[in-house]
Each structure stands twice: as C-alpha cells, then as structure tokens.
C-alpha cells in the first residue's frame, strides 16, 4: 500500500510500552465508544509529539506539521458500534468559522466544528495508532484505496464508490500505526468477537496557514 496512491499505509509507531500504557489507563472512558478533543491531556500531546517525531524523519510529514485533533476509540461488548462508509470532513476550530470555504459550523460540547475547504483537508493525515491488536473478528476499518483522490463524495455516493474501488481490511498488531488521508472513504462492522478495540486517532495539518484556528495545534 502506497500513501499517495492508495490512500493509507501502515507502519510501527515505536512508542514506549508504558506510554502505550499510560493512553490505555487516561484517554478511554469505561463504556464509552469515543472520547474527542484529547490533545490537552498529558499522554496524548506526547503520543502526539512522538508520532509526528516519527513522521517527519521518515519524511511521511513536513517539520512545520502541527497535530490538530485527537479521539480515543473503544469497541467492546457494551459499545459495539457500526458506520457505514464516509469520509472524515468536520474538524474542530478555536472559534466559529466565517472564512469563505468553510462550511457546515456546528457546535458539540462547546467545540466549534467546521468543513475546511477541500485543500485543507488534502493536506490532512490521519495516525490511527492501535493499542491492541486488531483481526477480523475485532470490527477493524475498512477503507477503499485510492477514493482519496475523488474529492468530496456526497454521503449518497459512498457507497457506491466503496463498491466500485473495492475494499481492503486494515488488520493492525498493538503498537502499529495506520496512516490514512482523512478524504479515503471508510467503514467499520460490528466486531464478531467484541473486546477492546482501543485506537487513538491523530489527525495532523501540514498545509500553509489558514484565516481560521484550528481547536487545538501542537
């Protein structure tokens, strides 16, 4: 797989086991499928820092890339959750957005939620960074290579699109990391064997600098 061509790839995330530990103890919420806006708390802005040390010597991101949101995810007996397929196209800002091409403000939980323009998100990536292992029977993502590169696909379109590129099962071993343009359409099952299923969802920028403030940037 090829991050270009593709859409994702994936690779070892080489974190320390007790910070990997530390992100299990203080970033899921027992009983909760997803927790946003997690850059503030300690082991995240660290995961956060590290990975991006991580990505930019590998050449993956460029030094000025700035990590602008984060969600831990759980998938177990009580939160087995499904979604069907969709691109990721609502980010948090600082404050309500007024710029020309930023569309769809909303507000959840006191954060301020915005589509950026289509360039912005091309220059988004997303580090899923997997803190179990996850097979088939666990639910994993399931993403549709090279839909990265349609633009914005109307949400009445994903799934046709799904269908006609085809999907790949994105199976992860604790500590890997899958990396993924946020405009590649995916999907997720129920697990068939539910347990944890713990993620810890990175989106970074690395585009030029915007009339709007991202919630949170480090």
């Given amino acids: 797989m090829d991050l270009a061509h593709d859409g994702w790839t994936r690779l070892h995330a080489s974190l320390e086991e007790n ?17 946003r806006c997690l850059l503030d708390l300690p082991p995240v802005q660290a995961a956060a820092l590290a990975m991006k040390r991580r990505l930019i ?43 020309p091409g930023y569309e769809l403000p909303s507000c959840k939980s006191g954060v301020h939620y915005a589509r950026p323009p289509l360039e912005v998100l091309e220059d988004l990536l997303a580090v899923r960074l997997h803190l179990d292992d996850c097979g088939e029977s666990n639910g994993p993502r399931r993403i549709s290579p090279g839909t990265h590169r349609l633009g914005n696909i109307p949400s009445s379109d994903a799934a046709t699109s799904a269908s006609t590129h085809g999907e790949v099962p994105c199976l992860a071993l604790c500590g890997e990391a899958l990396l993924m343009r946020p405009l590649l359409l995916h999907a997720s099952s129920q697990a068939t ?26």
């Fill in 19 to 35: 910070l990997l530990e530390s992100l299990r103890r203080e970033a899921f919420a027992a009983g909760t499928a997803g927790t």
């Fill in 57 to 99: 010597a590998t050449g993956i991101l460029p030094a000025t890339a700035v990590a602008i949101q984060a969600i831990a995810f759980d998938k177990t007996p009580d939160t087995n959750w499904k979604v069907a397929w969709h691109q990721d196209l609502m980010f948090p800002f600082a404050d309500k957005v007024s710029s």
């Fill in 193 to 218: 064997s539910p347990g944890h299923r713990r993620v810890l969802h990175l989106v970074y920028y690395s585009g030029q600098s915007l009339p709007e403030r991202w919630h949170r940037s480090i």
